[in-house]
């Protein structure tokens, strides 16, 4: 019980850590509301040379969302049960195949001794 405790707990500050690296930096001085992108006018005169694409969005009256991500808190918290659940069962493997190997010499030194 005490691993499963200290392994939620390093799955926790290991999440955290990940998660602080990955803000901008900016953003953890103060925390400010997202920015909006304004969709300037398309350019319907599209290059002559076939090697260059052209890309256009089509305008509309609402401002394009920079920034899409979830909530931090539920960033962290996915990180944390991600983080969790592959320990977890890292650790439940190489039990299962310990376990294996104790068995497997203890039959071989059974009938070594006998």
């Known amino acids: 019980m005490e691993s499963l405790v200290i392994l939620v707990v390093a799955a926790g500050l290991a999440a955290a850590?990940?998660?602080?690296?990955?803000?901008?930096?900016?953003?953890?001085?103060?925390?400010?509301?997202?920015?909006?992108?304004?969709v300037p006018e398309p350019s319907?005169?599209?290059s002559e040379d076939p090697r260059h694409d052209a890309f256009v969005m089509l305008p509309t009256s609402?401002?394009?969302e920079a920034e899409d991500r979830p909530p931090p808190a539920l960033s962290?918290?996915?990180?944390?049960?991600?983080?969790?659940?592959?320990?977890?069962?890292?650790?439940?493997?190489?039990?299962v195949i310990g376990w294996l190997i104790k068995l497997q010499l203890d039959e071989y030194f059974r009938r070594l001794g006998s």
């Open 76 to 95: 962290l918290v996915r990180l944390v049960l991600t983080i969790a659940f592959v320990a977890g069962v890292a650790v439940a493997v190489l039990t």
């Open 17 to 38: 850590v990940v998660w602080w690296a990955m803000t901008p930096s900016d953003r953890r001085a103060t925390e400010k509301a997202p920015r909006k992108v304004s």
């Open 44 to 46: 319907w005169v599209l």
């Open 62 to 64: 609402e401002p394009v």
